[in-house]
Nanobody, 129 residues
């Protein structure tokens, strides 16, 4: 069984920074490609960032490129999202997602939510103007 545990989030003001993290908890060792998605009220869940299991391949949504930084500790299967220059439109519930991958897929990542198997419970990020 695989569980994703998120931490961080909260309420900040326009222009502030915030960090959210996600840890994969599993009964057996494994490698995971991971991603961040977010969902604002009344909107679809959208892609934010993704990282391969090796941590060497990263993709960002255009809306966050240059402001958000995703990092991954592959040994601990932990992923963090450093969010800088936050804007009110970044307000959403942020979800961590993961796929188990074999050693031959260390550079794979996914940007579509339907491609992810495991999901965290979500953490609220609110940016006030």
């Amino acid at each position: 069984q695989v569980q994703l545990v998120e931490s961080g989030g909260g309420m900040v003001q326009d222009g502030d920074s915030l960090r959210v993290s996600c840890t994969v908890s599993a009964l057996s060792d494994g490698a995971y490609a991971m991603g961040w998605f977010r969902q604002a009220p009344g909107k679809e869940r959208e892609f934010v960032a993704a990282v391969s299991s090796s941590g060497g391949i990263i993709r960002y949504a255009d809306s966050v490129k240059g402001r958000f930084i995703v990092t991954k500790d592959s040994a601990k299967n932990t992923m963090s999202l450093q969010m800088n220059s936050l804007k009110p439109e970044d307000t959403a519930v942020y979800y961590c997602a993961a796929n188990s991958v074999g050693s031959g897929a260390a550079t794979y990542l996914w940007t579509r939510r339907y491609d992810y198997v495991y999901w965290g419970q979500g953490t609220q990020v609110t940016v006030s103007s």
